[in-house]
């Protein structure tokens, strides 16, 4: 039966031992519906064939790669002896049969979990001895601007200051509003069943003053503010001004640490009191609604509620919290490897790391001062 379409891809048997190809042997030809499943049977025919079989390809018009390497697979990966080839097409099975079978790398030794436990270890303790030092240095940095207050980076300091405070107000005011609504909604109906609704107001100002308030700004500001941190440093490492700045004389811990961690130093106990006002704002709000207190007898039992001691502990986190999230953002800022790569991975890192110590020293912070403020 003739082919209907030329150009696909055809196997013949004629004289009972030579195979004739025709069409085209590319990919596009060899991926039309069915062809694949012909050409396959008529190769298991040609199998069971007692004579040896005699190749002609000098008919196909077009042949690619893919083509060829169908061809050479159904040969079992060797040139068949009587084998007719257009002088066009005879570059394709040189160069496999040049290459050779392929050969796959050796698998690699498989790891025990003594050597994974090992490897683990050792990384955390560099990382643990990196951050001990970065600390260090800090400390002297600090030391040198009190020593030479006229040379300190007080523009840097305030260019940081409002890029992670001010324009924090935002994001920070949304998201504390939105928790101080919902916790109020959901203690007043607990409260209101057992009728103590006049305690939402005790409730909510420990709650946020002294727990939620700070640990909501630092997640926040870990989340945005320590990112821009690393990936601010992994960029100026990218594209090489870390090194221009040695080279300069300009150390990195004085220009680009210290003001970063003064910075939120700073910013983030401002933070922690307007994130703690917007959220008693948005508490007050759904107060009134749900339970009907007023806002100024929110206002009058608020000082009552929550003793001046919880207050000062909400600052002191702000602070550390602050102080934690620049350093870890630096110090993973300063370990990106030129490549993009590493500056996805060193950013992830770095936010989910200060995440973390955040929330761990929130807990020390709990036990230490368990006894205070109440």
């Known amino acids: 039966m003739p082919n209907p379409d030329s150009t696909t891809p055809v196997l013949e048997l004629s004289d009972g031992s030579l195979v004739a190809a ?14 694949i499943q012909t050409i396959q049977a ?19 018009g077009t042949l690619d790669h893919i083509g060829a390497q169908f061809l050479w697979n159904a040969w079992g990966k060797q040139r068949p002896q009587q ?65 030479q207050p006229h040379r300190a980076p ?19 005011a949304l998201v504390g509003f939105l928790i101080g609504v919902v916790l109020s909604f959901l203690s007043a109906q607990q409260l209101h069943t057992f009728g103590g609704d006049i305690y939402l ?12 308030g700070p640990l909501l700004a630092a997640i926040l500001v870990a989340g945005r503010s ?33 003001p970063r961690v003064l910075a939120l130093l700073v910013a983030m106990p401002l933070l922690v009191i307007w994130t703690d006002a917007i959220a008693l704002l948005g508490g007050m709000v759904a107060a009134q609604l749900q339970l009907g207190l007023s806002p100024t007898y929110f206002l009058q039992q608020l000082p009552n ?42 950013t992830t890192t770095s936010v989910v790391t200060a995440i973390t110590i955040v929330i761990v020293a929130d807990a020390i912070f709990a036990i230490i001062f368990s006894g205070v403020g109440f």
């Open 83 to 147: 084998l007719t080839v257009a002088p066009q097409h005879r570059d394709f099975f040189r160069r496999l049969a040049d290459a050779g079978p392929l050969e796959l790398p050796p698998k690699p030794p498989r790891r025990r979990l003594f050597n994974a436990i090992y490897d683990k270890g050792s990384e955390a303790f560099g990382h643990v001895s990196g951050f001990i030092t970065l600390l260090g240095q800090l400390m002297l940095d600090f030391l040198r601007m009190l020593q």
């Open 22 to 35: 025709r069409g085209n042997w590319q990919v596009h030809a060899l991926t039309q519906p069915g062809v």
């Open 305 to 346: 509620a929550v003793p001046l001691p919880n207050y000062l502990i909400g600052l002191g986190k702000g602070a550390v919290f602050g102080g934690l999230i620049a350093m870890v953002a630096c110090y993973f800022g300063l370990r990106i490897e030129p490549n993009t790569e590493s500056l996805g991975h060193g």
């Open 201 to 212: 107001v005790n409730i909510l100002g420990m709650s946020i003053i002294r727990e939620l």
């Open 42 to 60: 008529k190769l298991r025919n040609f199998a069971s064939q007692s004579d040896k079989l005699r190749w002609d390809l000098s008919a196909i």
């Open 226 to 258: 320590g990112s821009a941190i690393t990936a601010q440093l992994g960029v100026m490492r990218v594209t090489e001004e870390l090194d221009a700045m040695l080279v300069m004389g300009l150390p990195h811990g004085f220009r680009l640490i210290l």
């Open 154 to 172: 007080w523009k840097e300091i305030s260019a940081n200051i409002y890029h992670v405070g001010y324009q924090a107000l935002g994001i920070t």
